[in-house]
């Protein structure tokens, strides 16, 4: 495998690992409900022994670390752009797991950051 695929993989794993950080999060907070400033206390205590928001915070941690190992081989200028692929993949995802609408806009606008994603994997 080249060290351009060996990159792009690298950085691949990292979005989808942080999206899904993102998803599971998500579900987690469902469950616990829309936080005000009436109880956000109490509400965002729940959240931290949620194990979906757990769950969240170590999918993110192990995205993280993953993007140190990237940041020491790849040019910035490559990497960071790719990570806007975890929009993407939430938009997507979100509209299947949570039901979420995906306007003809969101659409249009999702199917750009792929377009931008490509030029600059091809770069």
Request: hydrophobic fraction near 55%.
């Amino acid at each position: 495998m080249s060290p351009g695929w060996k990159h792009f993989l690298m950085i691949l794993f990292s979005v989808v690992t942080g999206s899904a950080g993102q998803l599971v999060m998500k579900h987690g907070m469902n469950s616990i409900g829309k936080i005000h400033a009436s109880h956000a206390a109490s509400k965002l205590a729940s959240a931290f022994l949620n194990p979906f928001v757990l769950g969240g915070f170590a999918l993110y941690g192990i995205s993280a670390l993953m993007w140190m190992v990237i940041l020491s081989r790849v040019n910035l200028s490559y990497a960071y752009p790719m990570v806007s692929l975890g929009y993407v993949i939430v938009v997507v995802s979100s509209r299947y797991l949570f039901h979420e609408p995906v306007t003809a806009q969101r659409l249009l606008g999702t199917l750009v950051i792929c377009f931008g994603v490509f030029l600059i994997s091809r770069s």
